[in-house]
């Protein structure tokens, strides 16, 4: 016995008409053969791709049948990380056949999207990359008519879009796994997929359920025989109300459970459990279930911003804050800048390193000789000379305003060497009359020895 009762259509949006392009949706739902498991895979091929129908064909359907085999391992092995593994690899051999069938690397001509689940009587889980969406829940007897029946949607998996609306992400894109969701889900009655052109009718804002249109839908199909839903939902999908909502190709599926049967119902109400949420973000899952545990995808993640890392002048700005650390930053200052001071004052310094000190001491190990004058030059004193380069010296180091007193300086400074050198000429004239004098002493002193002698000669010779 089925556990399951399933419909589903797709239709050909009025823009494909218009151009002629076919339909590049495609939908494949199977049940196990002991009817508690049933796979449902829908596609949306891009429009913009050459073998956009080629690929999500393919899609839907290889993923229909591995999913389905889950089913099967799951009678005997406890669910775990093991699904996560599992889905990834089927995700690796569909671009594997996608690229042999292109002969290339490139399968950009293959772009579609995924959204598939798996799901028994105690629950499932989902899979989803790009648009689309995914909505599902419980059913309980209305309390107040016997004969009405309330739809609680407790599960749900959003449309993910690029940075425009009419931009997603497809399964046969290089960073695909950065997009690839597998949520599990817990116990639910009904399931409603959707392609992105589906997705008008049952999502208001591409966000929130539209609760209007689900009950209308449901209460429609709960009127139709079972073997004429798809066909009902078809001529749903193809009325001039869903067209205008939409010119996009359309797909829409739901899976209902046996206990939908119980029910003679002749009215519908939903209830939507979930936050609101206006927009939609893609993240992974890691809710769990009572049966599906441990399935959130450890892949990448949504990148995390880089941690505000405080600085010194924000640990300051706070401490500023408390009076006792005000202090205690005061009384460290204080101290930094009394130690800094006595450190100064007591650091002996270096005459050499000083230019005062270097422009008016001279060198004590080489100390300069007196330069000799010749006869006719002015003799001048060396320690002049020394001065007078010293004063050079120093006018060249000080700094340009000081122009001025290095000039008045100067100036008294040759003023003192012409009155030196008036002295040392007017010694120098005085030594040299002395010397005279004494020379003329000595030849008169000469003169008179040598006359004497004659003298004493001219005796002896007369005796």
């Known amino acids: 016995m089925n556990f399951w009762n399933i419909a589903g ?22 049940v196990s053969s002991d009817g508690q498991w049933v796979s449902l895979v829908v596609s949306d091929g891009a429009g913009s791709a050459a073998r956009a129908e080629e690929g999500s ?17 799951l009678n005997t092995r406890p669910p775990g990380g093991w699904i996560n593994d599992y889905v990834i690899q089927q995700m690796v051999d569909v671009r594997e056949l996608l690229r042999k069938k292109a002969g290339t690397d490139d399968i950009k001509d293959f772009h579609c999207t995924l959204v598939a689940s798996l799901v028994g009587p105690s629950g499932g889980f989902l899979i989803h990359i790009g648009d689309g969406s995914l909505i599902g829940g419980t059913v309980e007897e209305g309390l107040s008519d016997p004969k009405s029946l309330h739809l609680k949607i ?38 409603l997929l959707a392609t992105d052109g589906g997705c008008a009718l049952c999502l208001k804002n591409e966000s929130s359920p539209q609760i209007s249109n689900i009950e209308e839908m449901v209460q429609y199909l709960l009127k139709t025989p079972e073997e004429n839903r798809s066909k009902a939902i078809e001529s749903w ?19 209902m459970s046996n206990k939908f049967q119980v029910f003679d119902a002749h009215q519908i109400k939903v209830t939507n459990l979930l936050p609101e949420v206006t927009t939609s973000a893609p993240v992974i899952s890691s809710a769990t279930s009572p049966v599906i ?98 004063t050079q010296e120093i006018a060249k180091e000080r700094p340009k305003e000081n122009t001025k007193a290095t000039s008045d300086t100067d100036k008294l400074d040759a003023q003192k060497s012409e009155s030196n050198d008036g002295d040392v000429v007017k010694k120098s004239t005085q030594k040299s009359a002395n010397t005279n004098k004494a020379d003329t002493k000595l030849k008169d002193n000469s003169d008179a020895r040598h006359k004497s002698q004659n003298t004493q000669t001219d005796s002896s010779l007369n005796n």
């Open 237 to 255: 999908l193809g009325t001039d109300g869903a067209k205008q909502l939409s010119n996009d190709d359309k797909t829409f599926v739901i899976c």
């Open 57 to 73: 064909k393919l899609v839907t359907q290889i993923f229909s049948e591995k999913l389905l085999e889950i089913a099967n391992l």
């Open 9 to 30: 259509a797709k239709v050909q949006g009025p823009s494909h008409v218009q151009t002629g392009t076919p339909c590049q949706d495609a939908f494949v739902t199977q």
């Open 293 to 390: 545990k441990n399935l959130a995808f450890q892949g990448p993640a949504t990148p995390v911003l880089p941690k505000f890392e405080p600085t010194i002048g924000t640990y300051l700005a706070k401490s500023m804050q408390n009076p006792f650390n005000l202090k205690m930053i005061f009384f460290v200052m204080l101290a930094l800048a009394v130690s800094t001071g006595t450190l100064l004052m007591t650091t002996p310094v270096n005459k050499a390193d000083s230019p005062m000190e270097t422009a008016t001491i001279p060198s004590q190990s080489q100390p300069k000789e007196p330069k000799m004058k010749t006869e006719g030059e002015v003799i001048t004193d060396p320690k002049q000379e020394v001065k007078q380069e010293n």
């Open 154 to 191: 407790n599960v749900q998996s959003k449309p993910e879009n690029g940075e425009y609306a009419n931009e997603t992400f497809f399964v046969t894109e290089k960073d695909w796994i950065k997009h690839l969701r597998i949520t599990p889900i817990g116990k639910v009655d009904w399931l």
